[in-house]
């Protein structure tokens, strides 16, 4: 620590500064950039750039974030790993235009997760990993939108059912927890790793070219299927007729039938 007990001081963001980060994402959208900055406090002028669509805080060293960060309305993106937050504010409640949010490698426990999460109904991706979590927030179980849920590197003994059933989920990384039976979480972690190679959908969801091609595929797997089931089986060994003590003689005739 500096001189006085004081943490270290940080890099201090002005308005202009913050304009300055401001970029465009390769899909258009503004993303205002202040990683790796070293920032100790949340920077309050960004709250006049309310309009951006991403936010990234990451890799600085900021220990709060203010309630007052639900004044962005438009985020869909947010990014807050690799700081020392302990706690999230309430008002990420408010949020409801996320759909990605990252604060891994920081210092949450599970009093720090408001159940507010549980309004972030459009959230799809969520890493609360590399934290102090002992158990996983039920609010999760309620965003049926999620894809993917990062909880690695905490202090988990289970993981509810409500993660499992959750219908969108395709990528769940529960590693190095500490599962009083590991098997019991691979066999879990191998369910969800299954997911990634089945695809649910309806047929009103398909365009006329992707219908028309899954159409024929199922077309083509039934008349596999049905001549499977209606074609003769043949019989295995249909000119064995000699006892199994000359099974092997006639064994020597089919390995060679070049030598004929």
Partial sequence: ?????????????????????????????????????????????????????????????????????????????????SNYIDKLPESIGQMTTLLYLNVSNNRLTTNGLPVELNQLKNIRTVNLGLNHL????????????????GLHDNLLTSIPKSISKLPKLKKLNTKRNPFPKAEESDTFIDTIKRLDNLYLVEEKDLCSNCLRKCQQARDKLNKIKTMATTAPRKAIFSNLVSPNSMAKDSQEDWRSPSQD
């Fill in 1 to 81: 620590m500096a001189k006085g007990g004081k943490g270290p001081k940080g890099k201090k963001i002005t308005l202009n500064v913050a304009k300055n980060c401001i970029k465009i994402t390769f899909d258009g959208r503004k993303r205002l950039d202040l990683s790796k900055m070293g920032i100790t406090n949340f920077p309050k002028c960004i709250l006049r750039l309310t309009d951006v669509d991403e936010l990234d805080l990451s890799r600085n060293l900021i220990r709060k974030i203010p309630e007052s960060i639900s004044k962005f309305q438009n985020l869909r993106w947010l990014d807050l790993h």
């Fill in 134 to 149: 002992d158990s996983v927030p039920t609010t999760l179980g309620a965003l049926k939108e999620l894809h993917e849920v």
